[in-house]
């Protein structure tokens, strides 16, 4: 079993090194350039029923430019599970609301002003971040 698992990688490598190089991907070609990739780390966040808090943060990426300009399209995930919120009710109760995940969507418009080998860039974005399985824990319809 072992020389089986030790081929599949030797054979991917093998793979990658054959492949012919897309256009899309050879430098200073064309006006599209195409990038892809991924992050990880921690997400710090606070919410209103518990103090500061640690998830692991999981996202993905893709970079589309064209000659000066630039598209930045993302994808974020925190990974955790059973935090806690609260907020208050039309009734003046406090209710209490669990989620799991915080999820981020974002997309960016990026300028690049300069052509130097350090690449400054400017750009203006729009973001949605939202919570995961949220479910309240209280009772609204007792007070009616």
């Known amino acids: ?6 081929r599949i990688p030797v054979i991917a490598f093998a793979l990658c090194l054959g492949a012919a190089q897309l256009e ?7 006006a599209f350039q195409w990038y892809i990739g991924g ?8 919410t ?17 430019t064209a000659r000066r300009t630039g598209l930045l399209l993302s994808v974020e995930e925190g990974l955790g599970s059973d935090e806690v919120a609260a907020f208050t009710d039309a009734f003046g109760a406090t209710q209490f609301a669990t989620f799991n995940d915080i999820r981020k969507y974002s997309a960016t418009l990026m ?3 300069l052509s130097i080998p350090i690449q400054p860039y400017v750009g ?8 995961v399985n949220p479910s309240t824990t209280g009772d609204a319809q007792s007070h009616q």
């Open 1 to 6: 079993m072992r020389i089986v698992s030790l």
């Open 24 to 30: 899309a991907q050879e430098p200073g070609n064309g």
């Open 39 to 46: 992050q990880g780390g921690i997400l710090n966040f606070r």
């Open 48 to 64: 209103s029923a518990q103090d500061r808090d640690n998830m692991p943060m999981a996202g993905g990426h893709l970079l589309i």
């Open 111 to 113: 300028a690049f002003p």
């Open 124 to 131: 203006v974005g729009v973001g949605v971040i939202h919570v």
